[in-house]
Antibody, heavy 119, light 112 residues
Framework: EVQLVESGGGLVQPGGSPRLSCAAS????????MHWVRQVPGRGLVWVSR????????NYADSVKGRFTISRDNARNTLYLQMSRLRVEDTALYYC????????????WGQGTLVTVSS | DIVMTQTPLSLSVTPGQPASISCKSS???????????LSWYLQKPGQSPQLLIY???SRFSGVPHVFSGSGSGTDFTLEISRVEADDVGVYYC?????????FGQGTKVEIK
């Protein structure tokens, strides 16, 4: 069974730098592109970032470019999102998402980890 | 960025009746490889989104046949042939033809 379990969220002050983690299991993690998608509670879905299978290709939404860094450790089956210079508007539930075969749809989602940016 | 526009934004359906959601993109989703990367997701209350349909019309594993997707270019539709109580939630379309990936605003489906 595919499982994606996020952690690392919580209350953070503006300007903070938390790191989100996503522990993957139930599939060969190193074979799949992975993404982060966020959702302000009660609002829609917003794509944040993606990374290819070996970590050599990364892409970001303009809103987080230069502040967030996606990475992965295939030996530990773990995806990361290093966040920095956080803003109030980064407050959201952050989902770890697996891209399906062909990497152009999202076939499995984690339960999300909530990041609240507030002073 | 490709803008995805869903209509309606909310839908109240009698159990057993059909429902249809439209998703329009601001530019064609036909990729240079000939595929069209439009997918549909359902976010049930209190849950993470789940994949229903990918590449316009392919049902994901385990998705009931009551769900079907169609369309091409910039106009797409998700149809539910007979809505059940378990189908309530917010439905999103998403394009993966270009970066950034973008979602529609969501369509909230409820039961009458």
């Amino acid at each position: 069974e595919v499982q994606l379990v996020e952690s690392g969220g919580g209350l953070v002050q503006p300007g903070g730098s938390p790191r989100l983690s996503c522990a993957a299991s139930g599939f060969t993690f190193s074979r799949y592109w992975m993404h982060w998608v966020r959702q302000v509670p009660g609002r829609g879905l917003v794509w944040v970032s993606r990374i290819n299978t070996d970590g050599s290709i990364t892409n970001y939404a303009d809103s987080v470019k230069g502040r967030f860094t996606i990475s992965r450790d295939n030996a530990r089956n773990t995806l990361y999102l290093q966040m920095s210079r956080l803003r109030v508007e980064d407050t959201a539930l952050y989902y770890c998402v697996r891209a399906g075969d062909g990497y152009n749809y999202f076939d499995y989602w984690g339960q999300g980890t909530l990041v609240t940016v507030s002073s | 960025d490709i803008v995805m526009t869903q209509t309606p934004l909310s839908l109240s359906v009698t159990p057993g009746q059909p429902a249809s959601i439209s998703c329009k993109s601001s530019q064609s989703l036909l990729h240079s490889n000939g595929k069209t990367y439009l997918s549909w997701y359902l976010q049930k209350p209190g849950q993470s989104p789940q994949l229903l349909i990918y590449e316009v019309s392919s049902r994901f594993s385990g998705v009931p046949h009551v769900f079907s997707g169609s369309g091409s270019g910039t106009d797409f539709t998700l149809e539910i042939s007979r809505v059940e109580a378990d189908d309530v939630g917010v439905y999103y379309c998403m394009q993966a033809t270009d970066l950034p990936r973008t979602f529609g605003q969501g369509t909230k489906v409820e039961i009458k």
